[in-house]
């Protein structure tokens, strides 16, 4: 079962910024931000039970290149 993903307004704004935020640290690196966030993401769809529960039916994944996570 693969989980639909969807980016709320703000969260969408969120990642944009993150990903030109990286791009002015190097040029180029913003664009690997967004493939390796969108490979997590579609890992996590793909398989959402691999991942913990962190509030309700909430689970949560990080990169493991950029494993920024938002505290609880």
């Not at 390796?36 to 949560?60: D, F, M, Q, T």
């Amino acid at each position: 079962m693969t989980l639909r993903i969807v980016f709320r307004r703000a969260a969408k704004g969120e990642f944009e910024d993150a990903a030109a935020w990286y791009d002015e640290r190097r040029p180029g690196l913003g664009e690997e931000f967004i493939v390796e966030i969108e490979e997590a993401i579609a890992k996590a769809a793909a398989a959402p039970a691999h991942y913990s529960i962190v509030l309700g039916n909430v689970r949560r994944t990080v990169a493991r290149r950029f494993p920024f996570s938002h505290p609880k």
